[in-house]
């Protein structure tokens, strides 16, 4: 069973993709193996270029279009909503451990917020979540659980794996 951690936060430059990079090292240095998703919030984003082989074959109506080089697969899949559930669908498929969402997804077990000041972290908190990320735990109240990405990786980690004792395989 794979376990799905969703690392969200407010804006750019807040250090999601930091902890993102963190955790992910991390967790493949205590082979674990890891996918992640990127959510991306640009309405008409698209990864393929106009143009392109691979543009002209999903313009011509293929529903899936994969590009293989000797060093990556890349699969573009057209669809119509629930983009980070057509990404899992995807990843189900790699016998992976984990899954990091790099955005907000509520049906993850693990949720983890980022952000730079307490302030900016009310606006966001679920409910229930593991830890804080910051650049700048500095700026939060001593009573949260705030860990800073880059000096803290390995307890974060720990604090995950801990989490997800029982979840797992």
Do not use: W
């Not at 690392?7 to 750019?12: E, I, P």
């Not at 090292?25 to 008409?44: A, Q, S, W």
């Not at 270029?49 to 899936?64: F, I, P, T």
């Not at 939060?140 to 990405?149: A, E, R």
């Amino acid at each position: 069973m794979v376990l799905i951690i969703s690392v969200f936060g407010h804006g750019r430059r807040c250090g999601k993709t930091t902890t993102v990079e963190v955790i992910v090292r991390e967790l493949t240095k205590r082979n674990y193996k890891v996918g992640c998703i990127k959510k991306i919030h640009i309405e008409n984003f698209t990864i393929d270029k106009e143009g392109k082989d691979s543009y002209r074959h999903a313009k011509a109506g293929a529903k899936l279009v994969a590009t293989a080089s000797p060093k990556e697969i890349a699969v573009i899949r057209k669809i119509q909503d629930n983009p980070v559930e057509k990404a899992l669908e995807l990843m189900l498929h790699d016998a992976l451990d984990f899954v990091i969402i790099e955005g907000r997804y509520d049906k993850a077990k693990i949720k983890i917020p980022v952000a730079r000041s307490y302030e900016e972290a009310k606006k966001i908190l679920p409910m229930n979540f593991l830890f804080i990320s910051s650049l700048t735990p500095e700026k939060f109240p001593s009573y949260l659980k705030v860990l800073h990405p880059l000096k803290d990786a390995e307890k974060m980690v720990e604090m995950i794996i801990s989490q997800s004792e029982g979840m797992l395989f």
